[in-house]
Every structure is written in C-alpha cells, then in structure tokens.
C-alpha cells in the first residue's frame, strides 16, 4: 500500500507535517496531515476539510490541524476536487453544472475511502477512531463520503443544509439516511446568507442515529474559532 502513497515529510517543533498524493479514478489527489512528532501508537484519525474557494492550505485544515495533532490526532485533509493543487483547477465549475453534482459527491466519497485505505499503512492511525470535520464545501460533499465510507465514528458537518450540492435530505438516495452509525454534530449559522435555516433544520431531522444542532451568530463566510471549536468538542467527546 505504501508505494502507492506518494509522501513528503517535514518537521516543524514538535509537529510532523506529511504531504502525501495518491491516484483514484485516474486522477492525482494531494492531500496533508499533521501529527506529533515522535508519535509510534495508532491516533485517532480526523478528516478536516476545507470550504469553497480554498484548499488544504487553509486555515482550518493547516493551522488547526497543526494545534489538534498537539492533542494527539493524526489531521488530514484532502484537496476537494477542482480546488488547490488539482490537475483542473476551476473551483466555480462545482456550483455551475448542478448536474454534476451527483458525479462530484462520488468522486470524493471514492477518494476518501482509498486515503483510509493507505494512509493507515504509512502513519500511526487507530482506523477505529476515525473523524470527519467539513467547513460549507467540505461539509456538502463529506455528508456521501462519510455516509458511504461506513468507518467513520463521528462527524461535524458545518454550514450546511441539504439540497444542492449536499443532495437530498429523505428518499432512496439520501446519505443522511446511512448515517446511523456516526455521532453527527451540524452546525449552523442563524444569518447564513446561502442555506436557509429550515435547510439545516431538515437535514438535521434526517439523521437516524445520535445526533446534536448547534446555532452560531453570522452568517456563512464567517467562519471562525467558535465553529472550529465546536467542531473540536464534538471530536474530543466521540473519539
């Protein structure tokens, strides 16, 4: 499994940082995680990913990824697909062709389930505490990765409501409905500009298993420590 990871690592202090890329579905997925330095038994693993327009050298996954590590988490995150260092870089192309938007969340479900294929065999990663964080973009195409992952533990999905690119909430070919298994905390905003609040409200009902709907002041683009450190919470309580 290993040589199919391609790796690099630094070290900064008392943080590991690896960049990684490994191929699926024909295409090159870049990805990161930051760890202790040191570290030598299996870490829960959290999946941090990024909002729309960014990239897995955001704030959210780099700079707190780094500080969760000092926890004892291995963080990673993945560039989603037609953002950051992807072979087609077009992140408006996801929110213009809603008919893709099926297509997308496979893609990236696809993806997810063979990153937690190989990186368990590169770095110390207790594969039965995985978690899942999503920031908007990170959290409408995680719903389908986590969901049909089926390893997931726990998951905080924030800003996020269903339709669109999230899919549906209810019917046959809900993911919400595959989330039994999971501890799902949704968090959102009460000004959201983009999802309205009964978006949130019925996603939230959607889900079978243990559940909890956390409100925040402001609106989508302001993402900041009080969303991260709900996020944070939910993690440390479920992993």
């Given at each position: 499994?290993?040589?199919?990871?391609?790796?690099?690592?630094?070290?900064?202090?008392?943080?590991?940082?690896?960049?990684?890329?490994?191929?699926?579905?024909?295409?090159?997925?870049?990805?990161?995680?930051?760890?202790?330095?040191?570290?030598?038994?299996?870490?829960?693993?959290?999946?941090?990913?990024?909002?729309?327009?960014?990239?897995?050298?955001?704030?959210?996954v780099s700079e707190v990824g780094q500080r969760w590590a000092k926890r004892g988490w291995v963080c990673a995150g993945l560039d989603a697909p037609l953002h950051g260092e992807r072979q087609t870089h077009d992140p408006m192309a996801l929110f213009r062709q809603p008919?893709?938007?099926?297509?997308?969340?496979?893609?990236?479900?696809?993806?997810?389930?063979?990153?937690?294929?190989?990186?368990?065999?590169?770095?110390?990663?207790?594969?039965?505490?995985?978690?899942?964080?999503?920031?908007?973009?990170?959290?409408?195409?995680?719903?389908?990765?986590?969901?049909?992952?089926?390893?997931?533990?726990?998951?905080?999905?924030?800003?996020?409501?269903?339709?669109?690119?999230?899919?549906?909430?209810?019917?046959?070919?809900?993911?919400?409905?595959?989330?039994?298994?999971?501890?799902?905390?949704?968090?959102?905003?009460?000004?959201?500009?983009?999802?309205?609040?009964?978006?949130?409200?019925?996603?939230?009902?959607?889900?079978?298993?243990?559940?909890?709907?956390?409100?925040?002041?402001?609106?989508?683009?302001?993402?900041?420590?009080?969303?991260?450190?709900?996020?944070?919470?939910?993690?440390?309580?479920?992993?």
């Amino acid at each position: 499994m290993k040589g199919e990871l391609q790796i690099r690592e630094s070290l900064f202090g008392d943080i590991r940082e690896v960049n990684f890329w490994f191929r699926c579905g024909g295409e090159l997925v870049p990805g990161v995680a930051y760890l202790p330095a040191g570290a030598g038994e299996p870490m829960p693993l959290v999946l941090i990913q990024h909002p729309g327009m960014g990239s897995k050298e955001d704030y959210w996954v780099s700079e707190v990824g780094q500080r969760w590590a000092k926890r004892g988490w291995v963080c990673a995150g993945l560039d989603a697909p037609l953002h950051g260092e992807r072979q087609t870089h077009d992140p408006m192309a996801l929110f213009r062709q809603p008919e893709r938007y099926e297509a997308v969340r496979a893609q990236f479900a696809a993806e997810v389930a063979r990153m937690l294929e190989l990186l368990p065999g590169a770095l110390p990663i207790d594969t039965g505490r995985l978690g899942y964080v999503g920031y908007s973009l990170g959290s409408m195409i995680g719903l389908a990765a986590v969901a049909r992952s089926g390893r997931f533990r726990a998951a905080a999905f924030c800003l996020v409501g269903e339709g669109g690119l999230a899919g549906s909430a209810a019917g046959p070919d809900s993911d919400a409905a595959k989330l039994g298994s999971v501890a799902v905390r949704i968090v959102g905003k009460l000004n959201d500009e983009l999802i309205p609040r009964e978006r949130t409200e019925a996603l939230f009902a959607a889900l079978p298993g243990e559940k909890d709907l956390q409100w925040l002041p402001g609106g989508h683009f302001e993402i900041g420590p009080d969303v991260v450190r709900l996020a944070e919470e939910w993690m440390a309580a479920k992993l």
